[in-house]
Nanobody
Framework: QLQLVESGGGLVQPGGSLRLSCTAS??????IAWFRQAPGKEREGVSC????????NYADSVKGRFTISRDNAKNTVYLQMNSLTPEDTAVYYC?????????????????WGQGTQVTVSS
């Protein structure tokens, strides 16, 4: 069974940056997505990347600020987050599934990490 581990969360001031990492052995054949869930809100898809890295997708709320990438040699997917705002505060999860499409739907993804907290506050 695929086990995903997120890292890189923390506390950052508005306007700052963080880079999240998602690591798992054997996930090179999977698309990887990032989701987030803020307190009292539903989990939402943030970004996804295809298994080979050739296709990416972003939620409108993060376009132009977040960048997803992967290094299959290191079994790692990254989410570079810039120009962070308090509205980005959430627990961020990575998930693995068969494909990355225009709709980042959690039902597509079979394996999930435990999440990492991102807090944007002054």
């Amino acid at each position: 069974q695929l086990q995903l581990v997120e890292s890189g969360g923390g506390l950052v001031q508005p306007g700052g940056s963080l880079r999240l990492s998602c690591t798992a052995s054997g996930f090179t054949s999977y698309a990887i997505a990032w989701f987030r869930q803020a307190p009292g809100k539903e989990r939402e898809g943030v970004s996804c990347i295809s298994s080979g890295g050739g296709r990416t997708n972003y939620a409108d709320s993060v376009k132009g600020r977040f960048t997803i990438s992967r290094d299959n040699a290191k079994n790692t997917v990254y989410l570079q987050m810039n120009s962070l705002t308090p509205e980005d505060t959430a627990v961020y999860y990575c998930a693995a599934g068969p494909y990355c499409t225009g709709t980042i739907d959690q039902r597509t993804y079979n394996y999930w990490g435990q999440g990492t907290q991102v807090t944007v506050s002054s």
